[in-house]
């Protein structure tokens, strides 16, 4: 059994300190970026250089009006109902389209024109016809969403596959590997980093979409209220929103980049 010394623990436990301040380094940068964002915020409003920009503080009191009424909770609910289920369905169909798409040179040429074509056509472009074709419910807004995520993830996934190394495949079909078992143990796992990128990407597409899509035939949502708030140049409950979607996508952004971190623990980093 292999004993420490004395000088290898302090070794260690200098190492370890150095870990966690380096971990804790872009924490205290981002806390002091948004800090400065506010105070640069504040000063603008307060100089009047952006005309009707109101300050922090009344955003902040509307912010708590919006709760107190359960305005905000409700367009909160209705947007993220409306992201979460055209970004999962999206992402759904995305994945196993790539992995057919990058794995099956035919499939690949009977899809690629139709997902390069629709890749050129924004999604926004896409709500008046959603919107005659499917009425002015949910579904035309959850199906220009569902495309929005779609594009981004399935481009990723095809990629993922057509990068995997080709000597590790050569190799397992050397050592008498199956094609489903060096599409499940080689393939699979070196495209994971480029599908969860992939859905990164759809989500921010994803919440870009539902602003939008909520301009049209809504009656909740924060694109709603934002579009309503226009009308009457309520600027405050105009931030509101703003900053909520920011918010929201932040968190479930750091969300997917955390199982990132844990499904390629195997990746080298800088």
Known sequence: ??????????????????AVRRSRRPLVLNVLALAAGVVVWAVVAALGLVENLPTPLAVLHKAGDMIADGTLATDTLASLRRVFLGYALGVVVAVPAGFLMGWYPTVRALVEPYIQFFRTVPPLALIPLAVVMMGIGEVPKIAVIWLASFMACVVSAFQGVIDADKTLINAARVLGASDRTIFAKVVVPASTPFILVGMRIGLGASWATVVAAELIGAQEGLGYRMQKASTWFEMDTIMVSVITIGVLGMLMDRLLLLAERRL???QERR
């Open 264 to 266: 390629t623990g195997w």
């Open 1 to 18: 059994m292999a004993v420490i010394t004395p000088p290898e623990r302090t070794a260690v436990k200098t190492e370890r300190q150095r």
